[in-house]
């Protein structure tokens, strides 16, 4: 829907780095733009706002976040980039530990998206018609046709097949 509305490049779950690291957009950036080169890494950014920010389980390294949806459009100044987080309005109203870590979450990435000069838009199915909804819901899969899948030597095939590529085509080699 983004590249139907006129976005240049969708980018899903794109990472939110926890050390600085080069713009997203830098790229695209004509050579004399005023975005930095660089942007200040999550774990700076969670640091000013008073949030932890995390690690993987277990372990003491950094855990890399992620943005739902980076999209960069067009725009009167070059490079606009928009971040959209996209969370289910219970999961973001929900009360506890849990809907706290959310809106933690969520201001992150706000912070991140002011630090790279991105808009920022929470998407919620509140800005999806009913009847998109219930259109969405129709192509979900069945938990049969799920289980049917898992069960199937189908997923394993395709898991083998993706495997095989990622070693042929890996970009440390």
């Given amino acids: 829907v983004a590249i139907w509305l006129g976005a240049l490049q969708a980018r899903e779950q794109f990472p939110l780095w926890p ?29 000013q706002a008073g949030i932890d920010h995390g690690n993987y389980p277990g372990t003491d390294i950094p855990y890399v976040a992620t943005a739902d949806l980076l999209l960069h459009g067009p725009s009167d100044r070059a490079g606009q980039l928009t971040l959209v987080p996209v969370k289910p309005a219970s999961e973001i109203g929900r009360p506890g530990r849990k809907g706290d870590r959310t809106r933690e979450r969520l201001e992150l990435q706000r912070r991140y998206a002011n630090a790279i000069n991105a808009r920022y838009v929470e998407f919620t199915e509140a800005f999806c018609s009913p009847r998109l909804l219930s259109q969405l819901k129709c192509f979900r899969p069945s938990f049969s046709e799920l289980g049917r899948l898992r069960s199937s030597d189908e997923l394993h095939r395709f898991a083998e097949l993706f495997i095989s590529a990622q070693q042929e085509l890996a970009i440390s080699k």
């Fill in 19 to 47: 050390e600085a690291h080069l713009h997203p957009a830098f790229e695209h950036q004509p050579s004399d733009s005023t975005q930095p080169r660089y942007v200040p890494g999550l774990i700076d950014i969670a640091r």
